[in-house]
């Protein structure tokens, strides 16, 4: 029988009456005659809550006890859920994340799936039952319990359905698909009903928080396509996969944006003291993500190398740094607050010529200042003033005409 695999957010489970309109839209996808394997993320606050309570005991929280606490959040979630679909009638069980075959690499807080063995929930489904797994955590080969941190449900869902060979995954989420830009913020915003996989991890990588980045690369790497839907009203979802149909004349798909980026800059006495290698190795080693990066070596001038980084890791970052400064051989370490990421995404950049002179264009004829810039074949991302990110965003996603109607 064909199987799907349906995530819920937090916001989606975060009462009793949510969790019976959950319970509604699982039932309805069981009663087309597919296994179904659901995937719980945190409920609501409970996360926020238990992070409050174990800094209020101890001031130096144990990475690995913290991980078995937060674990319990979305084991919460699943067993109220399953018990919500055994009162509707139908045989369900919740499992955690190490009873459903999560296996993982042992970085608390932040672990990566190696493998899943799907051997447990293919049992169940055999007989019937739908499956209610835990998301967000697994555990370590020295049997730990580990979490994924943030995108950890939808990241266990798209595993979870590669793992078990699933026709496609329904995650149910606060906004009813991908936009063009934040509705919230972004004056025209429109829904989109296809995006590319390597268009969605772009928005993923750039700022828009609607899936993880790590569920898009594995939809792609196994080619599940992926609905995006909302969870509080029926609207039609936004579908990730390979392949879109284009819109005629539309080079740019999105615009993205990121608050709270800080540019971190490390100087050198000279030339042969210039280590990239070195430096990332480092920040690498303490999981510290690093994002644009621009080296500057000019003749009578010391060089440097900037990059950024987001400001949860700066004071981790700036740590290493320190620790690290004789063996690195650098002379100084500066930072610059208050900056904000904006980009624009979309294929069809890839061989059209142009565009980023047209983004550049427009921020210059409204004074507003380009600090950092990066590129790829799909994207351009520029580092603004932070007070300038909206107001860049609204003026980029009209220069590339996405709020006007869809043209096929």
């Not at 996808?29 to 993320?41: L, M, R, S, Y």
């Not at 996360?47 to 800094?55: P, V």
């Not at 980009?343 to 409204?366: D, K, Q, T, W, Y």
Request: glycine share 6%; net charge negative; charged share 20%.
């Amino acid at each position: 029988m064909a199987k799907i695999v349906m995530k819920f957010g937090g916001r989606a489970l975060a009462s009793t009456a949510q969790i019976h309109e959950a319970v509604q839209k699982v039932v309805e996808i069981k009663n087309k005659g597919f296994d179904v394997v659901v995937v719980t993320a945190a409920m609501g606050s409970a996360t926020q809550n238990l992070w409050h309570m174990a800094n209020e005991l101890t001031e130096d929280v144990s990475k690995r006890e913290m991980d078995v606490v937060l674990a319990t959040s979305a084991q919460l979630s699943s067993a109220l859920l399953a018990m919500a679909l055994q009162e509707a009638g139908y045989q369900a069980l919740s499992l955690t994340g190490w009873q459903a075959g999560v296996q993982t690499d042992n970085v608390y807080g932040h672990a990566r799936i190696d493998w899943i063995d799907g051997s447990h929930i293919e049992e169940h489904l055999a007989q019937g039952a739908i499956v209610v797994v835990a998301g967000e955590q697994g555990i370590d080969d020295k049997h730990n319990i580990t979490t994924f941190g943030k995108g950890g449900a939808e990241t266990t869902a798209v595993a979870m359905a590669a793992a078990l060979d699933a026709e496609e995954v329904i995650i149910f989420t606060n906004v009813d698909g991908v936009y063009t830009a934040d509705p919230h913020t972004v004056e025209g915003a429109r829904k989109l009903n296809e995006v590319s996989y390597d268009e969605m991890l772009e928005l993923a990588h750039l700022g828009a928080p609607i899936i993880h980045p790590r569920a898009v690369e594995l939809a792609k790497k196994f080619q599940i396509p992926v609905m995006i839907r909302s969870s509080v009203k029926e609207t039609t979802a936004t579908v990730l996969k390979e392949e879109v149909e284009m819109e005629r004349n539309l080079l740019v798909r999105g615009v993205a944006y990121e608050a709270d980026i800080i540019r971190l800059t490390v100087g050198y006495d000279a030339n042969a003291d210039v280590s990239l290698a070195g430096i990332f190795a480092v920040l690498a080693e303490h999981h510290i993500n690093v994002d644009i990066i621009v080296q500057a070596i000019i003749n009578q001038l010391k060089p440097t190398v900037s990059f950024t980084i987001l400001k949860e890791q700066f004071a981790e970052a700036l740590q290493v740094l320190e620790n690290s400064k004789v063996s690195l051989g650098f002379s100084f370490a500066d930072f610059e607050i208050g900056l904000a990421k904006v980009s624009i995404i979309g294929s069809g950049m890839a061989s059209n010529p142009g565009v980023a002179a047209r983004m550049f264009e427009c921020l210059c004829r409204e004074h507003i200042p380009v600090k950092m810039v990066s590129t790829s074949e799909i994207k351009v991302s520029v580092v603004v003033p932070q007070e300038e990110m909206i107001r860049a965003a609204n003026l980029l996603h009209k220069e590339f005409n996405l709020e006007q109607p869809v043209q096929i």
